[in-house]
């Protein structure tokens, strides 16, 4: 029933060969790899944006992973064979952090998803957080132990000597040393930020990278709003785990995996995002990520890494901005490009002889959409720029009623 509903909606080509639409425009193939950026306040339409193209890419059968608060895209879209991951969810299989090690190197890349690398002040203590779970998890490991109580428990509950003991010898050595207690104490108070969320996984040994490299079924990262800040960071480091995975999956341009963000900033700072972004083109990696301001993204990223991460995207849709809010409309407005137009200009004259005038003409610059024109934006209604010598145009976008086919949440 529900993909008959798709066919109704879609339209009856191929599914691998249907082209995606936003707001009832077409994205080439050649643009979905390039990344898009839904913007715009909340309630304004960017919801109804994602779900105009996942009913594309369910009918394309292309592989998506999505970060689905409250359930939302999940219960509208899931199908047998689908996995959701969060552990207040019945449904949900096990994870450990250890399940994504292969290598001697992986400890490293696992580490630095539990804990993002920080900026300014707190950059140090981030560093030696990730230096120590990677040391942790290699001596556990090395004496058979692989669950995720142990870890923890490790980190964050044993003794600073009983600690020593288990990584003596190591790069993370130093931290132990008599005059190095306060650094250890910051270093623990980071990871036990981090790592709290990680009490709740149930034991089990479902593997990130084992299904990405599988060819069946989509992925779901959920949680309720009322679990955000115990869910985030492990959140945050699932799809840090798979972004880094993506790059280590064979090149093929015509893979699609479709990475849905609903918010951009709501996770947290995810370390692996940028380098996926920016290299993950070649692996089929297409992300579609949502945000509300720049400053959020300012906050989480800081402001020059924010930027970096924004001209990842090269397909935008601007959507309405609050007026209280002029610093992202004015950025959304400079994204949207400039036009060169030919204005007359009108002159005039005084002279013995009487009065003159003249016209000539002046080629000026201006915005194609003025901040003022975003803030006003009806909901539902968008500023589309597509990657590409594509006009900018304004677009407006057609809610779809969807039956819940499964729960949302089930606890």
Not at 159 to 187: C, E, H, Q, Y
Not at 269 to 293: F, M, N, P, W, Y
Not at 342 to 349: G, L, P, Q, Y
Not at 366 to 376: D, F, K, M, T, Y
Request: hydrophobic share 45%; charged share 20%; net charge neutral.
């Amino acid at each position: 029933m529900m993909f008959e509903k798709l066919k109704n909606i879609v339209g009856s080509a191929s599914h691998k060969e249907a082209l995606l639409t936003l707001g009832g425009v077409a994205l080439a193939r050649a643009q979905e790899p390039l990344h898009l950026l839904l913007a715009g306040s909340t309630g304004t339409g960017k919801t109804t944006g994602v779900v105009e193209l996942m009913l594309g890419l369910a009918q394309r059968g292309d592989r998506m992973i999505v970060t689905d608060p409250n359930g939302f895209y999940l219960s509208r879209f899931y199908k047998p064979g689908d996995v959701i991951l969060n552990p207040f969810d019945k449904r949900s299989p096990g994870w450990s952090p250890f399940a994504e090690v292969r290598k001697p190197y992986d400890f490293d890349k696992v580490a630095r998803s539990i804990v993002p690398d920080g900026h300014g002040a707190d950059a140090a203590w981030h560093f030696y957080s990730q230096v120590l779970i990677a040391e942790v998890m290699r001596a556990l490991m090395s004496q058979g132990e692989t669950t995720t109580v142990a870890l923890i428990e490790a980190l964050t509950v044993w003794p600073a000597d009983r600690l020593a003991a288990l990584v003596a010898g190591t790069a993370v050595a130093g931290l132990f040393d008599k005059d190095a207690a306060r650094a250890l104490a910051s270093t623990r108070f980071i990871l036990s930020s981090y790592l709290k969320p990680y009490q709740y996984l149930q034991a089990g040994d479902f593997s990130l990278r084992k299904w990405l490299e599988g060819d069946g079924g989509n992925l779901y990262l959920t949680w309720r709003e009322d679990m955000t800040s115990s869910l985030a960071p492990l959140i945050a480091c699932w799809v840090d785990v798979l972004c880094t995975a993506t790059l280590s999956l064979a090149p093929d341009p015509q893979r699609r995996l479709w990475l849905l963000l609903d918010e951009l900033a709501s996770l947290g700072k995810i370390g692996a995002l940028e380098a996926a972004l920016t290299k993950g083109r070649k692996h089929g990696l297409c992300c579609v990520a949502g945000l509300q301001s720049t400053a959020q993204l300012d906050r989480v990223y800081g402001k020059e890494s924010a930027i970096v991460l924004r001209s990842c995207f090269r397909n935008f849709c601007a959507f309405a901005v609050a007026k209280i809010d002029p610093d992202t409309s004015e950025v959304f407005s400079r994204a949207l490009g400039e036009q060169e137009l030919d204005r007359a200009v009108k002159s005039e004259s005084r002279s013995a002889q009487g009065n003159s005038q003249s016209v000539s003409m002046q080629r000026v610059r201006e915005r194609l959409v003025l901040p003022s024109q975003i803030a006003e934006l009806p909901d539902l209604h968008a500023y589309l720029a597509l990657a590409g010598h594509e006009p900018t145009r304004q677009v407006q976008l057609r809610p779809v009623v969807l039956p819940a086919v499964a729960h949302a949440i089930y606890e």
